[in-house]
T-cell receptor
Framework: GAGVSQTPSNKVTEKGKYVELRCDPI?????LYWYRQSLGQGPEFLIY????????DSGLPNDRFFAVRPEGSVSTLKIQRTERGDSAVYLC????????????FGPGTRLTVL | GDSVTQMEGPVTLSEEAFLTINCTYT??????LFWYVQYPGEGLQLLLK?????DKGSNKGFEATYRKETTSFHLEKGSVQVSDSAVYFC??????????????FGQGTILTVHP
């Protein structure tokens, strides 16, 4: 079956612009996670959804970052007033419920802020 | 807070050599432990996991044992292949609370295997 998909695969934007990154989880997976991976580092947790609600958004770095999952499936990560330090690969993962279930990762969106 | 520390890389080995990648962690409670692998041009894949002390996770010839007394989860393989060249990430998941499900990753170790 289809895995987690993310679009776009690459996004180049200018400092100060707004961007949206999309994640399509595996069908039927209720839990969805966003992580950010900077060059040479491991992924860092941003936010976790269980269904439509954000159960844990403690990893969002500041109020320029926001994520939604209005129908409990597709999620969009939104970044306002982008800064050069936001450049990273943004990873999405989904699982069949939270906790002990394995997380399946998408290929990521590489964001470059010029 | 929780943290994971991996041995610094990169690691370069010849085919059929023995591999060890060290991983230690700091966590409250009893986390689950994971190794993820990222092959060139591909997304993160779960390699193996262990959910309680003394559990051994294994897959594709790789093994790791959850050692609570040393807070370690070292990855080993007896004979590496060129196809094992990838970036390896150690990770933990807290046992409960509001972060239930959140993974905390180490910084990754690049493995290159030469023929």
């Amino acid at each position: 079956g289809a895995g987690v998909s993310q679009t776009p695969s690459n996004k180049v934007t200018e400092k100060g612009k707004y961007v949206e990154l999309r994640c399509d989880p595996i069908s039927g997976h209720t839990a969805l996670y966003w992580y950010r991976q900077s060059l040479g580092q491991g992924p860092e947790f941003l936010i976790y959804f269980q269904g439509t609600g954000a159960a844990d958004d403690s990893g969002l770095p500041n109020d320029r970052f926001f994520a939604v999952r209005p129908e409990g499936s597709v999620s969009t990560l939104k970044i306002q007033r982008t800064e050069r330090g936001d450049s990273a690969v943004y990873l999405c993962a989904s699982s069949q419920g939270a906790g002990v279930r394995a997380q399946y990762f998408g290929p990521g969106t590489r964001l470059t802020v010029l | 807070g929780d943290s994971v520390t991996q041995m610094e890389g990169p690691v370069t080995l010849s085919e059929e050599a023995f591999l060890t990648i060290n991983c230690t962690y700091t966590a409250t409670g009893y986390p689950s432990l994971f190794w993820y692998v990222q092959y060139p041009g591909e997304g993160l894949q779960l390699l193996l996991k262990a959910t309680k002390a003394d559990d051994k996770g294994s897959n594709k010839g790789f093994e790791a044992t959850y050692r609570k007394e040393t807070t370690s989860f070292h990855l080993e393989k007896g004979s590496v292949q060129v196809s094992d060249s990838a970036v390896y990430f150690c990770a933990l998941r807290e046992a409960g609370g509001t972060s239930y499900g959140k993974l905390t990753f180490g910084q990754g170790t690049i493995l290159t295997v030469h023929p």
